[in-house]
């Protein structure tokens, strides 16, 4: 399943994307400070009042002469930080709880599904900023704790499924009569069968991380000395980049967003087509030229191209 | 992150509600056809169960709401003492001091007899005062920006609603046609743009670097607010433009999606084969026989979707300076003000509990299936 995932088109479009970010979050800051020669909160005295992009601010310059480009590349570190973190603890919770719950059944497996659906019916975005804002500058480990803990339970769900399903198959009950420990079973024997729903799901979690964080830091809850992309939005926000109309501030940080959401709906797109058969869009591309074909009265070329296909 | 698809709840509620709706049966029914009673039953049973699950959720955010400040350092009194004093520069009053600690719990009273107190005057519709506009009442703020939010989040969803259903069900008719492999990326890049995002757009190129809309507000503030005054409304609507827009841009593709999708899947159902062989007009045969069918997905998402669209309300508003709940929380956040933000995020979860009850119930009023006993 892993394999049929990874060759459909929209995947790799959504794979790319989200490779470049992180790359971006590894290499970034380390471009920022010897390649431009310059930190987010270094000054720019000769552009102090906010400069459009130019040779030496590639992105211009924030209205405290501050660079945009490296604001962008230290905050992509926070931002897919705070993403990836977050789906690594949230996947963790979902990959252990949901598991635990289909493999265990009885009274555990009720407890847990009970504990399951009050955080899958909890609306995520209040409850995380209850919690986030309790804590004053939380930083980024303390707000991927905060989301992580509370995204997990749409995945839980469809593990707690598909490991209930697992658990009857043949194999498992082969390997509990050869006496081998539920811990194994779970590990080594059914979590490769789980990987086609873990991966997207990781995906998801980080896309979901990241956007969680951005709205947090756009309402002020955070720590203000990490740059974040929603930390951008919200300065250039409160320091009227709007009414002096330094576009250059604001644009970039929400593109990327928007880059990170639309990865993983490419993602989530190419995850249907698999589940579903009539979405997949190979199947649609034959039908439309079935369709085509039979519109129009067979042409010869028309007809060497169909003997080929 | 994904709301539960209320068809799976509905599996799982209906294998969990067998055995005991066999048993009431007694031994003599086996297999028969469902009745009226029992198929009332069947939902009536749905809905208990969900309706326990929401008021375990509401019972846990209010824990959660109760327990967080007494995290943090200093108990929630000494802290509402400190914030009146730093706010009007003098500590408050004897009397006040009786009051405040009455109100959030004297450090010294055991935990459990606070959480009581606390939990009655919830009942009561107290949600105590704000520290920043002290001593206005949390309710009485949220009563003058809840009903902007409310006709935002709701006029947006349902003008959303009907754009995404409406494309949906045409691109599904056809599935792969060019404006299907047109509309459908371009809509899956809309639906990942934040919201607040895109208002910071709109209102830097419509309203500050053209002027063409106001940049602020929710009416001209030279009127005043009067229901029978046309102008007022004109203004509202005016003020209001922009908002509606982005959240419409933001949220119509969710709906495109899954209507498409559900199409798809109906397109080639016998029924709509039986309406093609008979010879009926295409655009009914896609009306009446197949969205009509793929269409309850989106009637229960409506209503579910509420409370994901007040937190984008919530968001958007902020850009737009508009004076609802949004606006109200951001003031909170910068003012550290936790009653309001507080009584805040706990009426978005009920209000979003309560939507997520009426979708419920609607899909048991209007999916069939919900009502079968097997």
Request: proline share 6%; glycine share 10%; with cysteine.
């Amino acid at each position: 399943m892993l394999t049929r995932f990874l060759l459909i088109g929209k995947v790799q479009i959504g794979l790319a994307i989200i490779g470049l970010f992180t790359l971006t979050a590894i290499l970034g800051p380390w471009f920022s400070r010897n390649v431009l020669e310059m930190t987010p909160q270094q000054v720019d005295y000769l552009h102090l009042n906010g400069g459009p992009p130019d040779s030496t601010h590639w992105l211009g310059t924030t209205s405290q002469g501050q660079d945009v480009l490296s604001w962008m590349l230290y905050g992509t570190r926070t931002s897919m930080l705070v993403g990836f973190a977050s789906a690594v603890i949230g996947t963790f919770l979902t990959i252990v709880i949901g598991a635990w719950a289909g493999f265990a059944g009885g009274l555990i497996d009720r407890f847990l599904n009970g504990t399951i659906l009050v955080f899958g019916n909890f609306p995520t975005f209040a409850l995380l900023f209850i919690v986030a804002a309790a804590f004053q500058n939380a930083n980024w480990v303390l707000v991927s704790i905060v989301i992580g803990g509370i995204e997990w339970a749409g995945g839980a769900r469809q593990i707690r499924a598909q490991t209930m399903s697992l658990r009857g198959r043949d194999f498992t009950t082969a390997l509990r009569t050869v006496g081998e420990s539920r811990a194994r079973i779970i590990l080594v024997e059914v979590m490769p069968h789980l990987l086609g729903v873990i991966s997207p799901m990781f995906l998801g979690l980080i896309a979901a991380g990241v956007n969680q964080q951005a709205a947090l830091a756009f309402l002020g809850i955070g720590n203000p000395s990490e740059p974040s992309w929603g930390l951008m939005i919200n300065w250039a926000m409160t320091q009227n980049a709007l009414f002096r109309g330094l576009w250059w501030w604001f644009i970039p940080p929400g593109l990327a967003l928007c880059l990170i959401g639309f990865a993983t709906t490419m993602v989530n797109f190419g995850l249907d087509e698999i589940t579903n058969p009539t979405l997949s869009s190979k199947r649609m591309k034959l039908m439309r030229i079935f369709l085509r074909d039979k519109a129009r009265p067979a042409s010869p070329t028309r007809q060497k191209e169909m003997a080929t296909r | 992150m994904t709301e539960p698809a209320p068809i799976d709840a509905l599996g799982s509620a209906a294998s969990t509600q067998r055995p005991a709706e066999a048993s009431d049966d007694g031994p003599t029914s086996g297999r028969r056809r469902p009745t009226a009673r029992s198929s009332r039953l069947a939902g009536l049973v749905y809905l208990r169960q969900r309706l326990t699950m929401y008021l375990i959720v509401a019972f846990a955010s209010v824990l959660v709401n109760f327990i967080l400040p007494r995290f943090m350092p200093g108990d929630p009194a000494t802290q509402m003492i400190r914030d009146i004093t730093n706010r009007t520069g003098a500590p408050p009053s004897g009397y006040q001091t009786r009051m405040i600690k009455a109100r959030y719990g004297d450090p010294e009273r055991p935990v459990l007899l606070q959480f009581w107190d606390y939990i009655s005057r919830l009942v009561q519709g107290d949600l105590g005062q704000s520290s920043q506009y002290y001593p206005i009442p949390v309710t009485e703020l949220i009563g003058r920006a809840l009903p902007w939010t409310l006709y935002l989040a709701i006029v947006s969803t349902i003008l959303g609603w009907m754009i995404g259903t409406y494309l949906g069900a045409r691109l599904g008719w056809r599935p792969g046609r060019r404006l299907d492999a047109i509309l459908t990326p371009v809509s899956m890049f809309f639906s990942s743009i934040p919201a607040f995002w895109l208002g910071l757009l709109i209102v830097w190129y419509l309203a500050y670097s053209n002027g063409w809309f106001p940049n602020q507000g929710a009416y001209n503030n030279s009127l005043e607010i009067d229901f029978s005054d046309p102008d007022f409304y004109l203004s509202a609507l005016y003020h209001g433009a922009l908002p509606l827009v982005t959240l419409i841009i933001v949220g119509f593709a969710r709906w495109l999606f899954s209507m498409r999708n559900m199409m798809i899947t109906t397109v080639n159902e016998d029924y709509v084969q039986l309406a093609r062989a008979k010879g009926l007009p295409e655009n009914r045969i896609r009306n009446r026989y197949a969205a009509r069918n793929a269409l309850l997905p989106n009637f229960t998402g409506l209503a579910q979707s509420m409370g994901g669209a007040l937190t984008a309300v919530i968001l958007a508003e902020t850009v737009f300076i508009y004076p609802g709940i949004g606006s109200l929380l951001t003031g909170a956040q910068a003012a550290r003000d936790y009653p309001v933000m507080q009584g805040v995020m706990l009426m978005v979860i009920f209000a979003s509990l309560l939507f997520n009850f009426i979708a419920d119930s609607v899909y048991v009023l209007l999916d069939p299936r919900t009502r079968e006993v097997t």
